[in-house]
């Protein structure tokens, strides 16, 4: 069964930083591109940051300063999240697609993902 296991999610004041990270068991065996997306309560899931199976990285422009999706292993990736603000309050999720072979596609729809994680809140105060 495939398992993507987010952590690092929390409370934090305006101004701060968070990492998240998301183990695709997916991805150890397979070359994977993988994503972080949030969702608000009400709201759509929304694009966030996308790193290709050749670690091309993407971000949204509502982040691109301040966050940084990077890859530690074949399986595991990270979101460094600076200078958090009230609106970046939401539910994060980790999303996986396997690319049978490394390139550098970056894939931003939440449709283009096959897998993904729980989910970690985030919340951050004024």
């Known amino acids: 069964q495939v398992q993507l296991v987010e952590s690092g999610g929390g409370s934090v004041q305006a101004g701060g930083s968070l990492r998240l990270s998301c183990a695709a068991s997916?991805?150890?065996?397979?070359?994977?591109?993988m994503a972080w997306f949030r969702q608000v309560p009400g709201k759509e899931r929304e694009f966030v940051a996308a790193?290709?199976?050749?670690?091309?990285t993407y971000h949204d422009a509502s982040v691109y300063d301040r966050f940084t999706i990077f890859r530690e292993t074949k399986n595991t990736i990270y979101l460094q999240m600076n200078s958090l603000k009230p609106e970046d309050t939401a539910v994060y999720y980790c999303?996986?697609?396997?690319?049978?072979?490394?390139?550098?596609?970056?894939?931003?729809?939440?449709?283009?993902?096959?897998?993904w994680g729980q989910g970690t809140q985030v919340t951050v105060s004024s």
């Open positions: 999303a996986a697609r396997n690319t049978y072979y490394i390139n550098n596609h970056i894939f931003t729809m939440e449709g283009d993902y096959e897998y």
């Open positions: 997916i991805c150890t065996f397979r070359n994977c591109a």
């Open positions: 790193i290709s199976s050749s670690d091309s």
